[in-house]
Every structure is written in C-alpha cells, then in structure tokens.
C-alpha cells in the first residue's frame, strides 16, 4: 500500500528589509506628491472659476436692476456695506471691487464666453484688462494669450504697454510661400514688428555688437520679448565653413516650430545684401546643425528701419524662410546733456519744498 507524502504548508514570506521598504516607500512618496499637487492645481482654478462666475453675476445684477429699475450708483456703496456686515470673513466685496464687477460684467455680456475666457485667469488679471484695454477683441486676444503663455499679471501689464497685440504678427516675412500652411501660420505669428528693446539704455550709434551684448546681459527680458517657446543656443555662434570661420549675431531653437532660428542685427536700415548673408546661414545651418526630425530653419533679420517695398522686392523670389522686423531702444541722453538735467534728489526736493508751501 503507498502511502502519499502530507503536502507542507508554505513557507511564510520572509518579512520585507528596511532597504525595500525604503525604495518602495520613495516611489510611493513621489508619486503622492504629483497627484496632490495636480489636484490642489484642479482646485484651485476651479475655485478661481466659481469666483469670477460669482462676480460675473453680481455684477450682472447690478447692471441689469440700475437698467430696469433706475437705481443709482449709490446702490453699490450700500450694497457693500451690506454684503461685508452679512460676510465678515470675505473679502472681495468693496465698493471699488464692485464697480469692477459691474464694468466686468458690462465688457463680457456673454456668460457663455466669461465660462470658456475669462473664468480661466485671476480676477486680478481681468482688472487689469478692465482698465487698459477698449476693444472686446483685443480683451479676448490677451485673455488667449494669458491662459496659453501662463503670463503672471506683471508680465500681462508689460505685454499690455508694449503694445504686444498690434506688433504680433506684423515682421514681414516669404513664410507663407517658403513654409507648409500649419508651421508657415505659426511662424508668421511668433513675429512681431518692431521688436522692443527698452531695456536696453545705449548711445544712438550703437552697433550690432553693442546691441547684442546687451541683449545677451538682459537675456530674461530678450526671450520674454521674443515670445514663449524660444531656447537661447548661443551668440556669436561659430560655423566652419570650407574652412573659413563664421558667426551667427543670435542663434534660437524653437520648441513649437521644432527649427533653429537664426537672428542677424543690423543697426542700420534694411539691405537687399543682408538677405544674401542671411540665406548663406539657413543654409549652413540646415546642414551642419539640423537633425532630421528638425523642420527648415527660420532666419528673422532685425534693423533699425525698414522700407517695404525693398523688402518686398528683396523676399520674393529667395527660397529660404525669411523674416524683417524693425527694433526700437531707448536711447541714453548724450554726456553733454546729463549735467544739465536735474538729479532725482533735486527733484524730490523741490516735490517737499511745492507740498510744504502749500500745506501753509
């Protein structure tokens, strides 16, 4: 008679050693800390949502009861007074935040549209659009660009100032005739006309070396000028060519146009020849820089001042993807005129002494 062999219980795992708790534990964490930080970023634009919604309404009832019924500004006075007795813990609710409401709700009648723009920045940032900007097209475009470039409300008051709507898109360029639709409509829209460079202080003879210089020590304010998605490769970028020496003023990658940007300056006016130079270095640059994923590289030649019609002429028959846009700098006051002028610390001075006079 065979006799079967008792199956054993398993073996229990052995308990896990500080060192894979440790590593497991790491991962755990890391992972954690992304799904928290996503959320409190849902969150928090969904908060940032209901409160605009929130202050579109009020603003809306207000508009529409002084319409209706004919009440008068003073009701906005009162109205915050109450509403900050009912809601001791709220802010948000002053007579000057009121009146912004009505004046929000006046310049986006559409709820529809507050839910789909508007909604998706701060409140402060749409003050800011109440106070600076007319027209409902050009609101909505810096709206646009607000939510796609994340621009902080400085930056959205610098972009204001510069008059960022009416130069984007402006360069003249052969885009739509060198480039396929998608990228060549993408291309001509990064481009503006002019470019400024107010934060640059330099001489009026100033050369192209002087500019670039300053340009690469204010390197923050150049690409914030430039527009998102430009990477900075260098200055005086070297190519061998033939065994000859070249540089390149400004060489840029582009991250949405996937292509190198080549930037020459020119501290005078537009010249037909600078094409030429301009070709030679797209040229040398598809070869010797371009990997095969990169699309054609982009050149954006920057002067003083250009004529049109010799633009005109000079792009339209060069095969390469060229662009011309203008810059502006402030120029610093000549050495003999600064003597002249008064300090800051006169002119604080003289400020006291005016306010003194007249307090008597």
Not at 133 to 161: F, M
Not at 313 to 338: H, N, Q, S
Request: with cysteine; aromatic share 10%; glycine share 6%.
């Amino acid at each position: 008679m065979t006799t079967r062999k008792k199956s054993l219980p398993p073996r229990p795992s052995p308990p896990p050693t500080a060192d894979s708790i440790t590593a497991g534990y790491e991962q755990l964490l890391h992972d954690l800390k992304e799904r928290i930080a996503a959320a409190r970023v849902r969150a928090a634009i969904a908060v940032n949502r209901e409160l605009i919604l929130l202050y579109w309404q009020i603003g809306h009832e207000i508009l529409r009861r002084q319409r209706e019924e004919g009440w008068g500004a003073r009701v906005i006075d009162r109205l915050s007074q109450d509403l900050r007795r009912e809601f001791p813990g709220l802010k948000g609710f002053s007579a000057r935040n009121l009146k912004y409401m009505k004046a929000f709700s006046e310049a986006w009648p559409d709820e529809t549209i507050v839910q789909q723009l508007a909604a998706q920045i701060p409140w402060f940032h749409n003050c800011i659009l109440l106070d600076k900007i007319s027209g409902a097209a050009e609101r909505e475009w810096y709206v646009r660009q607000t939510i796609e470039n994340g621009w902080s409300r400085n930056v959205l008051v610098l972009q204001i100032e510069s008059s960022l709507y009416r130069r984007q898109g402006q360069a003249s360029s052969n885009f739509s005739r060198t480039l396929p639709a998608p990228q060549s409509d993408l291309a001509r829209q990064l481009l503006k006309d002019p470019y400024n460079f107010d934060f640059l202080t330099l001489d009026a003879p100033a050369h192209e070396r002087d500019i670039e210089r300053g340009l690469i020590r204010h390197l923050r304010e150049f690409l914030l000028e430039m527009g998102v998605g430009f990477a900075f490769v260098g200055s005086q970028y070297h190519l061998e060519v033939a065994g000859e020496d070249f540089y390149i003023d400004l060489l840029f990658y582009h991250l949405r146009l996937r292509c190198y940007v080549v930037i020459e300056l020119k501290s005078g006016a537009f010249r037909p020849e600078h094409a030429g130079k301009m070709n030679f270095y797209l040229s040398a640059v598809d070869d010797l820089l371009r990997h095969a994923e990169d699309r054609p590289s982009i050149g954006l030649i920057l002067c003083r001042s250009r004529k049109g019609v010799i633009v005109e002429y000079t792009l339209r028959d060069t095969a390469k993807p060229i662009g011309v846009a203008e810059f502006r700098l402030t120029e610093r006051l000549p050495e003999e005129l600064r003597g002249s002028l008064p300090t800051i610390e006169q002119l604080e001075a003289e400020l006291n002494k005016a306010g003194s006079e007249e307090a008597e």
